[in-house]
């Protein structure tokens, strides 16, 4: 057991010691923590090297110093090819939604089309919503704007009676309504935003809604934070992933229990938990990245109905696609530095949540880190023929035998 993943985690030694034992003994020792932890030193001081410091005698918190420098300085690079030259929060949530769109549309989910939407807004018209913005009609508001824009912020204005209403309609939609499609990103009207803030408050820089398969961006940016921009559009870029992560549970029952079944489901979010492979418990987050770099063949024969819904790609790597000094960051999602607490991060947003929170080295963040850190334990192990044959025959027997 590699202790070195044990600091990182932040786990019990003795009980993470049990977990990777049970796991090793099943896939017949390969040794993947071990592998692992290997990879994550090599990793880790390459980028320290790049960073220009001494690997042997450079502090953590000098790491941690350099992170934020190199993040800044991506930040304005980021903020230049997207063409925002002003603090007008305005344009700075439009040329990030139009770039993110851009990134995702090989992100594909089961969402209701536009005309679905309008259908169900028009039947059930969000009345306090059109109070809020001050309209009088549904039908004013879906001829000058995006109607998927307007359902997402009814999600979350309106109350439970016009929800279960709208849960009622989408059960009776047809199946021309509901389509796999790509994620799209949009944005909300800077004069929604300040009438709905309240609403928006726990929102942060998007908006999701996923039975439509939309990421709206607020107009919240503040350019001049620095780090804000590569903050918000990765944080757009996850979600847009999340949206289609989502879906995947319900690409192999949809034909026999019905789009329109199924996407009321996603809209409660209501998951299907997979079953523990022998001791592990694997997230569809795991799953969909296996899929979508080819691994669990079986599963892929399941839910491919065509070949771009297996589409897989993290988030540093759509960032690297805009600017080539981004490859930093490439597959340093669940790099850290070992310290006697928490790690120093090396995931591009961990480091960009403390930049522009401005926090210090005594208060940086590593959520992002860790939790791919077990993702990518989980995902070495699931690759090993065992553990995958053992998933594979799960999902397989999912698709054909549970209805949700």
Same mark, same amino acid.
């Not at 040329?95 to 770039?99: G, L, P, S, V």
């Given at each position: 057991m590699?202790?070195l993943?044990?600091?990182l985690?932040?786990?019990?030694?003795?009980?993470f010691?049990?977990?990777i034992?049970?796991?090793?003994?099943?896939a017949?020792?390969?040794?993947i923590?071990?592998?692992?932890?290997?990879?994550?030193?090599?990793?880790?001081?390459?980028?320290?090297?790049?960073?220009?410091?001494?690997?042997?005698?450079?502090?953590a918190?000098?790491?941690y110093d350099?992170?934020?420098?190199?993040?800044?300085?991506?930040?304005?690079?980021?903020?230049t090819k997207?063409g925002?030259?002003t603090s007008?929060?305005?344009?700075?949530?439009v040329?990030?939604?139009?770039?993110a769109?851009?990134l995702?549309?090989?992100?594909?989910?089961?969402?209701i089309?536009?005309?679905?939407i309008?259908?169900l807004?028009?039947?059930?018209?969000?009345?306090?919503?059109?109070?809020l913005?001050?309209?009088?009609?549904?039908?004013?508001?879906?001829?000058?704007?995006?109607?998927?824009?307007?359902?997402?912020?009814?999600?979350?204005?309106? +109350?439970?009676?016009?929800? /279960?209403?709208?849960?009622?309609?989408?059960?009776?939609?047809? $199946?021309? &309504? @509901?389509?796999w *499609? =790509?994620?799209h990103?949009?944005?909300?009207?800077?004069?929604?935003?300040?009438?709905?803030?309240?609403?928006?408050?726990?929102?942060?820089?998007?908006?999701?809604n996923?039975?439509?398969?939309?990421?709206?961006?607020?107009?919240?940016?503040?350019? +001049?934070?620095?780090?804000? /921009?590569?903050l918000?559009?990765?944080?757009v870029?996850?979600? $847009?992933t &999340? @949206?289609?992560? *989502? =879906?995947?549970?319900?690409?192999?029952?949809?034909l026999a229990?019905?789009f329109?079944?199924?996407?009321?489901?996603?809209?409660?979010g209501?998951v299907?938990v997979?079953?523990?492979?022998?001791?592990?418990?694997?997230?569809?987050r795991v799953?969909?990245?296996?899929?979508?770099d080819?691994?669990?063949?079986t599963?892929?024969?399941?839910?491919?109905?065509?070949?771009?819904?297996?589409?897989?790609?993290?988030?540093e790597?759509?960032?690297?696609?805009i600017d080539?000094?981004?490859?930093?960051?490439?597959?340093?999602?669940?790099?850290?530095?070992k310290?006697?607490?928490?790690?120093?991060?090396?995931?591009?947003?961990?480091?960009?949540?403390?930049?522009?929170?401005?926090?210090?080295?005594?208060?940086r963040l590593?959520?992002h880190?860790?939790?791919?850190?077990w993702?990518?334990?989980h995902?070495?192990?699931?690759?090993?023929?065992?553990?995958?044959r053992?998933?594979?025959?799960?999902?397989?027997e999912?698709?054909?035998?549970?209805?949700?």
């Open positions: 590699s202790k993943l044990v600091s985690l932040g786990v019990n030694q003795d009980k010691g049990d977990y034992e049970s796991l090793e003994s099943v017949l020792r390969p040794g923590d071990v592998r692992l932890a290997a990879d994550v030193v090599s990793s880790s001081r390459n980028r320290i090297t790049q960073l220009g410091l001494n690997v042997e005698t450079t502090s918190r000098h790491v350099a992170l934020l420098a190199r993040l800044a300085e991506d930040d304005v690079k980021i903020t997207l925002i030259y007008n929060v305005e344009q700075a949530a040329k990030i939604a139009a770039q769109d851009e995702s549309g090989q992100d594909h989910c089961m969402a089309m536009p005309s679905g309008k259908r807004l028009k039947a059930v018209p969000p009345k306090r919503t059109l109070r913005l001050k309209y009088r009609s549904i039908d004013s508001v879906v001829k000058r704007y995006d109607a998927r824009v307007l359902y997402a912020l009814a999600c979350a204005v309106e +109350n439970e009676s016009w929800r /279960t209403q709208i849960v009622a309609k989408m059960r009776r939609l047809e $199946a021309k &309504h @509901i389509q *499609q =790509s994620v990103v949009l944005t909300m009207p800077v004069e929604w935003y300040r009438k709905a803030v309240r609403q928006l408050a726990s929102s942060g820089v998007a908006l999701t996923n039975e439509t398969g939309v990421v709206c961006v607020l107009p919240v940016v503040d350019v +001049n934070q620095r780090g804000s /921009t590569l918000s559009l990765g944080l870029l996850q979600a $847009a &999340h @949206i289609s992560t *989502q =879906s995947i549970p319900y690409r192999a029952r949809s229990d019905g329109n079944n199924s996407v009321v489901r996603i809209s409660s209501e299907h997979i079953d523990t492979v022998y001791s592990m418990q694997p997230t569809w799953v969909h990245e296996l899929i979508g080819g691994h669990v063949a599963a892929a024969d399941v839910f491919a109905y065509d070949s771009f819904d297996l589409y897989w790609e993290s988030t790597s759509k960032l690297a696609a080539e000094t981004m490859d930093f960051w490439v597959g340093g999602h669940f790099v850290g530095v310290t006697d607490q928490l790690p120093v991060s090396m995931h591009v947003l961990d480091v960009a949540l403390c930049l522009a929170a401005r926090l210090r080295y005594e208060d590593a959520d880190c860790v939790a791919s850190l993702n990518e334990l995902i070495r192990y699931l690759k090993e023929d065992v553990l995958a053992s998933l594979a025959q799960q999902l397989s999912y698709s054909s035998a549970v209805v949700l």
